[in-house]
């Protein structure tokens, strides 16, 4: 299972990578792995807002969909739309395709986040 360092995750299993006041949003290599083949990501829309552990996209493998939530308030500046065709991309590296870009709001939020050791204890533990 990859986890990256740079990146915050949710008990649900998303992950952002913040840059100054954006944050990148996927879901992470534990999430793809127990969904399997992942065949549709319901994207959300630029200038959406959302805060934090609100649903803001769904996608779907061959086994389910499950609702994605936002790790952190903010809205979305970029979506990845390459995903709308080639949803699949996750399950090869879901850290390089993200979901969307955000805008973040509310900086003391990604506090509520576990860091890259915490979560793998997290995922250990499940």
Same mark, same amino acid.
């Given at each position: 299972m990859k986890i990256m360092d740079n990146c915050y995750y949710t008990k649900n299993h998303?992950?952002?990578?913040? +840059?100054? #006041? /954006?944050?990148?949003v996927g879901v992470s290599d534990y999430a793809q792995d127990a969904m399997g083949q992942i065949v549709f990501v319901e994207l959300p829309e630029a200038d959406d807002s959302f805060a934090q552990e609100d649903a803001f996209s769904v996608?779907?493998?061959?086994?389910?969909?499950?609702?994605?939530?936002?790790?952190?308030?903010?809205?979305?500046? +970029?979506? #990845? /739309?390459?995903?709308?065709?080639?949803?699949e991309l996750i399950n090869e590296d879901p850290y390089a395709h993200y979901i969307c870009k955000i805008e973040l709001e509310d900086m003391t939020e990604?506090?509520?986040l576990m860091d890259a050791e915490a979560y793998g204890a997290y995922c250990e533990s499940l």
């Open positions: 998303e992950w952002i990578r913040v +840059e100054g #006041n /954006e944050g990148w996608v779907e493998s061959v086994k389910a969909a499950s609702d994605i939530y936002m790790p952190a308030s903010g809205t979305v500046t +970029e979506v #990845n /739309e390459v995903l709308e065709d080639e949803p990604l506090d509520n």
